[in-house]
């Protein structure tokens, strides 16, 4: 069994190693839907990404101010497909005013990630910064082992793993 040490590590290590996550949204009348969006994090734990006014996730946040996002380690470098680690959180989404010094940070921010296309993204004024604040979150180590994070410091895992029915769904 991995020591709880390792598994507080390799939580705060994923979001170093992936660069794009997973986004569900439902539209105004409940529907849902999936897609995908490059982020950066800041050292609390708050999730920015930049997206087109034209993407249905972008409405479906303005609509309804929630999502739910997954980080989750790439096939490739996963040992078994089936126990990826990964990282839930339910977010509350709100959308940063454009050209106000924290927006600018931000897609600074964006640019030091993700390099040439950024200057080209703020300059179109369809996209739009939206910060997901997670509630709540679960990190999956691998079979067996489900961790709470710990919604007081988001930094941190609630242990030990959890188990019963949300297990294998984790």
Known sequence: ????????????????????????????TGQPQA???????????QIYIFTSGLSAHTANLQTTGLASILLIED??????????????????????????????????????RFGEIIPMLRSLDDFQIFCLSPQAGRFVMGFGAAYAVDPENLSQLVGPPQTGPDEASA
């Open 75 to 112: 096939e490739a470098a996963a040992p078994q497909v089936f126990a990826r680690q990964r990282i839930t959180y339910d977010c509350r989404a709100s959308l940063l005013p454009r050209g106000t010094d924290h927006w600018e940070a931000i897609a600074d921010r964006f640019e030091q």
């Open 35 to 45: 897609s995908y969006a490059p982020y950066v994090m800041d050292g609390d734990y």
């Open 1 to 28: 069994m991995t020591s709880f040490t390792a598994v507080l590590a390799a939580y705060q290590d994923l979001p170093t190693r992936v660069h794009s996550l997973m986004l569900s949204t439902v539209n105004g």
